[in-house]
């Protein structure tokens, strides 16, 4: 079940679409050039988590994209308008938690060539359960290099690294390639062999240690001025670990800080935090240390809003 709301001048509220039915033209730019963008989040009993992050990084690939988009209001109305239809079309099962959850998109793109009118829509649709699976099995990873350094973004903005650009074929072919080779995730590496982030999702990892009988724990992802997309579940679940008396750091992370990590995870809006049991076949940390890091860390993420 798919919902589809587009957002329109006329219609405030947004307008409903038949998803089983044709609702772009072929000759949108979104379609023809992945010129756009998106965003993905999850709805847990009917309220948008994190929505303002989203919307504000929507913004921000907006700008980078030179693209007008419509504002955080017109999309929070159409997303209502999405979560009220989808409820009532296909009412969610609860998880495990008892919450209920739809997974909300985001899309943006430059319209049809030459009308100079942008096309935005909202879509709504079931959390598919693969991702649960791999949140409680953990992931296997290959380290697969994007092909350039990691300081490329700063030398190049029109590359868009920093956007969630509607472009993510190498992204899906990072993956495809690594299901081939038996691993269910990648973790993408610069030239100048700097860890970056995942196809999908930001790079967590965690030391743990103890100093006379105090623990330390810290929290380390790799710096957001290296071309990666900045996470917004990762945002909120650092925030929250701070609170928590976690250490926080921002890379450079290289994969040997990886491989010598007590915990590493794949985070993402809705795939959550999933932990990475091998990265390119080497185990990471004991399998009893990444279970009670990831529950800890998954409690404090199921309290951010």
Same mark, same amino acid.
């Given at each position: 079940? $798919? #919902?589809? #709301?587009?957002?329109?001048? /006329?219609? !405030?509220?947004?307008?409903?679409?038949?998803a089983t039915a044709p609702a772009l033209l072929?000759?949108?730019? @979104?379609? $023809?050039?992945?010129?756009g963008i998106f965003e993905s989040l999850l709805a847990v009993n009917g309220l948008p988590r994190k929505v303002d992050a989203h919307l504000s990084r929507l913004g921000r690939s907006a700008?980078? %994209?030179?693209? *007008?988009?419509?504002? !955080?209001? +017109?999309?929070?109305r159409?997303? &209502?308008t999405a979560l009220t239809?989808?409820? *009532? &079309? /296909?009412? !969610?099962?609860p998880d495990e938690h008892g919450n209920t959850n739809i997974v909300i998109k985001l899309f943006a793109s430059r319209g049809v060539e030459g009308a100079n009118t942008p096309t935005a829509w909202v879509q709504a649709s079931a959390v598919p359960p693969a991702l649960a699976e791999q949140r409680a099995r953990g992931l296997? #990873?290959? =380290?697969?290099?994007? @092909?350039?350094d990691s300081t490329i973004a700063q030398r190049a903005p029109w590359l868009l690294l920093g956007a969630k650009t509607l472009s993510y074929a190498v992204n899906m072919a990072a993956l495809r390639h690594a299901h081939a080779r038996g691993a269910d995730d990648v973790i993408f590496t610069s030239s100048d062999g700097h860890v970056l982030e995942g196809p999908t999702s930001s790079v967590l990892l965690a030391h743990v240690s103890d100093d006379d009988g105090t623990p330390i724990k810290r929290l380390i992802t790799p710096n957001l001025d290296?071309?990666? =997309? !900045?996470? $917004?579940t990762q945002g909120a679940l650092f925030a929250a670990a701070r609170e928590a008396g976690w250490e926080l750091g921002y890379g450079p992370v290289e994969p040997a800080d990886l491989l010598d990590a007590d915990a590493v995870w794949l985070i993402s809006s809705i795939r959550l935090l999933a932990p990475v049991n091998r990265i390119d076949g080497r185990d990471i940390g004991t &399998?009893? #240390?990444? &279970?009670? %890091?990831? +529950?800890? =860390?998954? +409690? =404090?993420?199921?309290? $951010?809003?």
């Open positions: 079940m $798919t #919902v589809l #709301v587009f957002l329109d001048p /006329s219609r !405030p509220d947004g307008r409903l679409a038949d072929a000759t949108d730019q @979104g379609a $023809t050039r992945g010129d700008h980078s %994209l030179d693209l *007008a988009i419509p504002g !955080p209001d +017109a999309w929070m159409a997303i &209502a239809a989808f409820a *009532a &079309a /296909s009412p !969610p099962a296997d #990873v290959l =380290l697969l290099e994007r @092909g350039y290296s071309g990666i =997309l !900045p996470g $917004t &399998a009893e #240390v990444r &279970a009670r %890091l990831t +529950a800890e =860390l998954s +409690a =404090l993420l199921a309290q $951010t809003h």
